[in-house]
């Protein structure tokens, strides 16, 4: 039994320092040289004016929220279908419980006009 924890303690041993020796190859073999236009910051190549700090509209957080509904609602559908058969009913029963709540999350959007093209 010992014999099997040695084993994983050795995997991990050699992967911990498979990774610090890639890091410190990393760090070696890095040539940079500091320069005051490297340190600089910028966006997209334009130099920044004014203050870092903007307001942003609340309708950027409705897409993000928009964007969790489907992700989410495409990792939980698409492998429940491909087991649907030998889940059951009540596997079927509570999709449509979950489906419920994906519909309720897209008529808050559409309510809130987040689904029309401008």
């Not at 030998?86 to 029963?93: D, F, K, Y």
Request: glycine letters at 8%.
């Amino acid at each position: 039994m010992s014999e099997a924890y040695g084993v994983v303690a050795a995997i991990i041993v050699l992967g911990l320092g498979g990774l610090v020796g890639a890091f410190a190859l990393n760090r070696a073999l890095t040539i940079t040289y500091s320069t005051p236009e490297k340190l600089t910051t910028y966006e997209s190549g334009v130099d920044p004016v004014g203050e870092g700090w903007a307001q942003i509209h609340i309708r950027y957080y409705l897409f993000a929220y928009l964007y969790v509904i489907f992700a989410v609602d495409a990792v939980y559908l698409f492998p429940w279908a491909t087991v649907f058969a030998a889940v059951g009913t009540s596997s079927l029963i509570e999709m449509f419980v979950f489906l419920a709540f994906v519909t309720v999350g897209l008529l808050y959007a559409w309510r809130k006009k987040i689904l029309t093209w401008t």
